[in-house]
């Protein structure tokens, strides 16, 4: 049997920025503290909600080495690597140093648009080079392609491929995973907005941009539903639902850190080509965070 240690509330850490667009690390150390002493079960570096394609090499090498540091072994940590290029990316998990990393979150292959067998094939390359378990990530709105159902349930038999972050936001196919898939494989869900129904069908958790933000609530409704009590978690589902459409109105992670910022977690600021949310969405945001939160 495979062993996913990537089940519950994984957290998709932002990358907290400097008012001169530097990397405000302690801020990513309070972050990491705040998300593990709210009930976060795994972190996730360098995920697109880092905004890991405006980071140096350098950058990304200490925003892990200050994850995997806060962490103190505490939790799993899961390192997005993902390419188009497939042997270009090889030769990254051949260069990766994975002291402190129990994981790689590797996306489809974006802009080039490969079909399913070069799906398949590029991440048989990938788990075959990998020294750690690879979960599968589908994100069919940012790369263009979806990986669909029966290739991710070839993909789930190989011995190091672990999970899918399913974010394709399509239930039917979802279901259709859950049901073929082998036992020793696990679906994540890539979406806040449906986690809890995902859970309900047999997902075992969740890759989140909301516990950034939100930890409290949303671990909670998460852990709840590993738990199989729905009498706790629905409630919170839906005291959230807005939210959790909200942080996405006007891009991410420009909403999260809209919403962060108002919690004094980070500062509200982005790399380009990336910009904060307009007025309008901040002003939904912190009216929404304030209804959530005194409900």
Do not use: W
């Not at 505490?74 to 994981?103: E, H, S, W």
């Not at 949303?218 to 639902?241: E, G, I, R």
């Amino acid at each position: 049997m495979k062993n996913n240690p990537f089940v519950g509330t994984g957290v998709a850490l932002i990358t907290p920025f400097n008012e001169d667009f530097s990397v405000d690390y302690k801020s990513l150390e309070n972050i990491v503290e705040f998300t593990l002493s709210n009930g976060a079960d795994f972190m996730v570096a360098l995920g697109t909600t880092s905004e890991a394609p405006t980071l140096t090499q350098e950058e990304k090498s200490n925003v892990l080495k200050t994850i995997i540091k806060v962490a103190n072994g505490r939790c799993p940590v899961m390192l997005g690597m993902g390419g188009n290029n497939t042997m270009a990316l090889l030769q990254n998990i051949k260069d990766q140093d994975f002291a402190g990393v129990d994981g790689i979150l590797s996306v489809v292959p974006y802009y080039n648009k490969p079909n399913q067998r070069g799906m398949k094939a590029h991440f048989e390359a990938v788990a075959d080079n990998s020294p750690v378990p690879v979960v599968l990530y589908n994100v069919p709105g940012r790369v263009g392609v979806n990986l669909q159902a029966s290739t991710c349930v070839e993909l789930a038999k190989h011995k190091n491929i672990v999970a899918v972050k399913e974010a394709s936001g399509n239930l039917q196919q979802i279901m259709e995973i859950l049901r073929d898939k082998p036992e020793d494989f696990d679906v994540l869900s890539g979406d806040d907005g449906i986690t809890q129904p995902m859970m309900a069908l047999g997902a075992k958790g969740v890759i989140s941009v909301a516990a950034n933000g939100y930890p409290e609530m949303f671990c909670k409704m998460v852990s709840s539903m590993m738990n199989a009590d729905v009498k706790t978690a629905l409630p919170l589902h839906y005291n959230m639902l807005n939210m959790n459409n909200l942080i996405f109105a006007d891009g991410n992670p420009a909403g999260i850190k809209c919403l962060m910022a108002h919690r004094n977690l980070c500062k509200n600021v982005l790399r380009l080509p990336l910009v904060t949310v307009n007025d309008n969405v901040k002003n939904d945001l912190e009216q929404e965070y304030n209804m959530m939160y005194n409900k």
